[in-house]
């Protein structure tokens, strides 16, 4: 990967020190500690940009206080959207677009910022499709309470194809914390009196970090690195393993479609998180939100996949004009036959020929449609049960999948 040439440490901290942001706050000092504190973190991730050519447009996500924001616009001169954070839970949003002005009377420069407010791991980016180069994602993710998924996948969204997603978060296996723990000490943050975001509430470990941005598709390289002084002895280690270093610098760059998954390793209680809000299902786009049990993890070969076990269950939200139940699948190494049921009754049945990608279609009970008119039903259960299940490792030589698989499911839909 090309790095990118800025000056000198100095030289960039005597630049931004000049900017008046932390003073017209009454803090001067402030700024002063947050470039001590960041700024080799910063340097570093604008060194490991990738290369674009052209006129670049970038989003910032939580650009303030506008440091990184004002290296890559006098040293890259690239396009930069800026937004910020809004907490709906512990601060009033009265306005979702601000404005900011800094100024350096030592370098004679203006800039005046101008961001919308919104909640990453909630809210749609107030942006369009592929409109972006660049999304940076810079020491934010680590506060996210319920939802990166979303962040992720909003981020592809408005990605140009082949644009790229810069996220920079703590290592959560770097030497600092493996020491506490050998002491007995507590890894976690403390409680913050800035709020629910106000603390690192989930850190990550590079390899985590990679299958985060692979699920999302995104082609992802993330590089480990020291931004902290440190001991020689801390150094040395450090070189040894490069696991045990500060931070982690991912960058992946977009291909194919949108996802919005939720691995099993970072999200538990999916039941919780239940929202039956679409008559169709295509796996690996949200899910799991109308997922019920009987599922496996997401596979992205692609198309994206879920192999069901002998019994798996949905749910769907009909609109009352469907007539029939379409289900999209993959059946195993054998014949793969089963049936389906919709709320306790059979519609249809199912028989598939050995590693064949079917479209089963069902008519639906003309009930249905009266029952969803007058609100006596607002959802469909959907059962599938296979007769004919297999384990791979009675297929393959050399697997050790022990999973007793159904039928590997792309889709289901209502028409």
Not at 113 to 137: A, G, I, Q, S, W
Not at 379 to 403: G, H
Request: aromatic residues 12%; glycine residues 6%; hydrophobic residues 35%.
């Amino acid at each position: 990967m090309n790095r990118i040439q800025l000056p000198s440490y100095e030289e960039i901290f005597k630049y931004l020190l000049s900017f008046d942001l932390f003073s017209q706050m009454g803090r001067p000092d402030e700024g002063v500690a947050y470039a001590k504190e960041h700024l080799h973190r910063i340097i570093k991730t604008v060194e490991l940009l990738p290369p674009l050519e052209g006129p670049v447009k970038v989003l910032e996500l939580g650009a303030t206080p506008y440091y990184m924001t004002l290296i890559m616009q006098k040293y890259l001169n690239y396009d930069i959207t800026a937004a910020n954070f809004a907490d709906y839970e512990f601060g009033v949003v009265s306005d979702k677009e601000g404005h900011t002005t800094v100024s350096s009377k030592e370098f004679d420069e203006i800039y005046k910022f101008t961001y919308k407010m919104f909640n990453v791991e909630r809210d749609p980016f107030p942006y369009e499709d592929e409109e972006f180069d660049l999304v940076l994602c810079c020491e934010l993710i680590e506060h996210l309470l319920l939802d990166p998924s979303h962040m992720i996948s909003e981020a592809h969204r408005v990605l140009k194809e082949n644009g790229y997603i810069v996220v920079t978060t703590p290592n959560s296996a770097r030497l600092e914390n493996v020491i506490k723990l050998l002491q007995g000490k507590n890894i976690y943050d403390c409680y913050s009196g800035n709020g629910i975001y106000g603390r690192h509430n989930r850190e990550y470990t590079s390899a985590e970090l990679e299958a985060l941005l692979k699920l999302h598709n995104f082609e992802p390289t993330v590089r480990i690195d020291n931004i902290h002084q440190h001991s020689g002895l801390y150094n040395w280690i450090c070189r040894i393993s490069e696991r045990y270093r500060d931070n982690l610098f991912g960058i992946g760059r977009k291909y194919g479609d949108l996802l919005h998954c939720y691995p099993e390793w970072l999200y538990l209680h999916h039941w919780g998180r239940q929202k039956v809000t679409s008559n169709s299902i295509v796996m690996g786009k949200a899910d799991i939100l109308q997922l019920g049990s009987g599922w496996y993890g997401f596979e992205n070969w692609p198309p994206g996949i879920r192999w069901t076990s002998p019994e798996a269950t949905v749910f769907l939200k009909p609109l009352g004009t469907e007539s029939k139940l379409i289900l999209s699948a993959f059946s195993g190494p054998i014949s793969t036959t089963g049936r389906i049921m919709v709320n306790g009754a059979e519609i249809g049945v199912f028989d598939s020929k050995p590693n064949h990608r079917n479209e089963f279609v069902f008519p639906l009970p003309e009930t249905i449609g009266s029952f969803v008119a007058n609100g006596t039903v607002t959802q469909l259960e959907v059962r599938l049960f296979i007769d004919t299940p297999f384990i791979p490792k009675d297929f393959e030589e050399e697997s050790m999948d022990k999973r007793e698989l159904g039928i590997a499911v792309e889709r289901i839909r209502l028409e």
